[in-house]
C-alpha cells in the first residue's frame, strides 16, 4: 500500500512539475530568441537608416532604366559594402540590402542572394509589402540546421525602395537555451527530491496508524485476543477508527469470555447432578427385577457418555482460557514420551505404535498443551486403526517449523469430511459408533493454536489420517565454553 500511494503521489507531482516546467521551458526558449530577434531587427534598421541618399537614387536611375548612377555613388556604395562586410566578419551573420527585385546592393559574404524557398523568402516578400519580420520559426537546442531570419524594409517618401535582409546562425542561441533549460531541470529535480521527500513522510504519517491496525487484526485473527492498536499519530479519522477498533476488540474478548465462562460454568456444574444421577441409577438397578439389565446398561453407557461429554466440553473451556507461553521445547522427546506412554492401549488393540525422528528438535511450544494436543491426536488414530494396523509418530524439522505427524490405517477422511475435521461436536457419518463426543480434535487445535501452532489433516494411501502438528522452530542454544581457571 505504501508504494502505491507514493506511486500515485509521485506521478501526480511530476504531472505538477511537467504541466510548469514544460511552458517555462518554452517560454525561455522564446524569449530568448525575441532579444536576438530584436538586436538583429534594430542592427537591420541602422542598415537601413544609413543607406545614403545616392544610394537611393542609384536604385531611382535603376529603376527608370538609367545604367550609370552618379560618380559620386561608387564611393558610397564601396563603404557600404565594407560596413556590411565588416558586420558580417565581426558577428557572422550574413547580411544583405536587396533592391525590390532582388538585386544586391550590397552583401556579405558576396555571393549570398535572397532565399528562394522557406522562412528567408517569405521574409523578403512581408518586407516588400511594409513589414518588418515577425514571429520567425522557434529555434530549438535540436534544430542545429535551422537559422534565423529578419528582414526589415527600406522606406522612402513612403516607398520600399529596399529590404535589409539577414541569416543569423543559432548556435549561441541554442546553447544558451539549453543552459537554461539545464538550470530549469536542476530546478525541478531539486523541488522533485523535496517533493519526494515531503511524499514519503506524509506516507508514513497517513500509513503509520494502518499498518499498525492491520498487525493488530492479524494478532486477533490468529488468536492472540488482547492485541490492540497503540495510541499514536495520523489523520484524526484513522485516530478515531484505531479507537473504535479497540473498543470492538474489547466487546468481542468480552463476549467470548463470557461464553467460555458458561460453557466451563455449565459443565462444571452439571457434573455433580449428573454424578447423582447415575448413583440413583445404580441404586435404582439393585431395586429392578430380573431382565431389566440391557435398558440398565443403555441407561448406564448414555450416562457415562454425558460424563465424556461434560469432561471434553470442561477441557475445551480450560484450553480456550489457557493463554501459555512458548518456550523452547524439545518435541522428540516430547513426543517419544507420550508415545511411550500410549503403546500400552496400542497392544491392547493390537496396533503396532511407531515413531521416528532426530535425536532433538526444538520447537516454540507449550510442553502441557502440546502434549495434552498430542495425546488427543494419538488417542484419536488408535480409536479408529484396525486391529494389525499401525500408526506412526513421525517428528520432523522444517525450515521454520517443527512438526509432529500422526498416521494411522483406519477408513480416512473425505475431501469434504476433511474441510470440516476439527469443528466441535463434528463427526463423521461413517463413524457415530464409534465413541467419542467430537472435542478431541478440537481441543487439540485450540491448544496448539494458543501457542502459536497449527493443526492439519491429510489423507494418508490407501487408506488412512494424518494429523500434523507444527509449532515455530526454536534456534538452539549454544554452549557457551568453560573459562579457563
Known amino acids: 500500500m505504501r508504494t502505491r500511494l507514493l506511486g500515485i503521489l509521485i506521478a501526480l507531482m511530476l504531472c505538477v512539475l511537467a504541466a510548469l516546467g514544460l511552458p ?55 563603404a557600404l559594402d565594407a560596413e556590411v562586410a565588416r558586420y558580417h566578419e565581426l558577428y557572422g551573420v550574413r547580411l544583405g540590402i536587396f533592391q525590390r527585385d532582388g538585386v544586391p546592393i550590397a552583401t556579405a559574404p558576396a555571393d549570398w542572394r535572397v532565399p528562394a524557398a522557406g522562412w528567408g523568402e517569405q521574409a523578403f516578400q512581408e518586407a516588400l509589402d511594409g513589414r518588418r ?52 531541470g536542476a530546478g525541478e529535480a531539486a523541488a522533485m527530491i523535496v517533493a519526494v521527500l515531503l511524499a514519503v513522510r506524509l506516507t508514513e504519517w497517513v500509513l503509520r496508524p494502518v499498518r499498525t491496525l492491520d498487525r493488530a487484526t492479524h494478532d486477533i485473527a490468529t488468536g492472540r485476543m488482547n492485541a490492540r492498536v497503540a495510541p499514536g499519530g495520523g489523520p484524526p479519522e484513522l485516530q478515531r477508527l484505531a479507537r473504535s477498533f479497540n473498543e470492538m476488540a474489547d466487546h468481542v474478548v468480552l463476549a467470548l469470555d463470557q461464553q467460555k465462562a458458561f460453557v466451563a460454568d455449565a459443565s462444571h456444574q452439571l457434573r455433580n447432578p449428573l454424578a447423582a444421577l447415575l448413583l440413583r441409577v445404580e441404586v435404582l438397578g439393585l431395586e429392578l427385577p430380573e431382565g431389566h439389565d440391557e435398558e440398565l446398561g443403555g441407561v448406564r453407557e448414555e450416562g457415562a457418555r454425558l460424563a465424556r461429554v461434560l469432561d471434553d466440553l470442561l477441557g475445551l473451556a480450560t484450553a480456550e482460557h489457557a493463554r501459555p507461553e512458548p518456550e523452547p521445547t524439545d518435541l522428540a522427546e516430547l513426543s517419544l514420551a507420550r508415545a511411550d506412554a500410549w503403546r500400552p ?45 499401525r500408526v506412526r509418530v513421525l517428528v520432523a524439522v522444517r ?9 494411522d490405517a483406519g477408513p480416512g477422511l473425505t475431501e469434504e469430511e476433511l474441510a470440516r475435521a476439527g469443528d466441535r461436536f463434528w463427526r463423521s457419518a461413517r463413524h457415530q459408533n464409534v465413541d467419542g463426543s467430537g472435542l478431541g480434535l478440537s481441543i487439540a487445535r485450540t491448544l496448539l493454536q494458543a501457542a502459536g501452532g497449527s493443526l492439519t489433516f491429510a489423507p494418508v494411501e490407501p487408506t488412512g489420517l494424518a494429523v500434523t502438528l507444527a509449532v515455530p522452530r526454536a534456534e538452539a542454544k549454544r554452549a557457551e565454553p568453560e573459562g579457563k581457571g
Open 24 to 78: 517555462l521551458a518554452a517560454a525561455v526558449a522564446a524569449a530568448e530568441q525575441s532579444r536576438v530577434v530584436v538586436d538583429r531587427l534594430d542592427d537591420a534598421a541602422r542598415f537601413a537608416q544609413d543607406l545614403p541618399t545616392s544610394g537611393v537614387s542609384a536604385l531611382d536611375s535603376a529603376l527608370k532604366g538609367e545604367l550609370e548612377p552618379a560618380p559620386g555613388d561608387l564611393s558610397r556604395r564601396h
Open 133 to 184: 519580420s515577425h514571429n520567425p520559426p522557434q529555434v530549438w537546442p535540436w534544430t542545429p540546421d535551422r537559422t534565423l531570419t529578419i528582414a526589415t524594409p527600406v522606406v522612402r517618401d513612403g516607398d520600399v525602395v529596399a529590404v535589409v535582409l539577414s541569416e543569423s546562425p543559432t548556435g549561441a542561441l541554442r546553447t544558451r537555451v539549453l543552459h537554461r533549460w539545464l538550470v530549469i
Open 345 to 389: 492401549v496400542a497392544v491392547q488393540r493390537g496396533i503396532e505404535l511407531g515413531w521416528e525422528g532426530p535425536a532433538l528438535a526444538l520447537g516454540m511450544a507449550d510442553p502441557i498443551g502440546f502434549g495434552s494436543a498430542l495425546d488427543a491426536v494419538i488417542d484419536n488414530a488408535l480409536k479408529f486403526g484396525p486391529a494389525g494396523s
Open 399 to 407: 525450515r521454520s517449523e517443527v512438526a509432529v505427524t500422526v498416521s
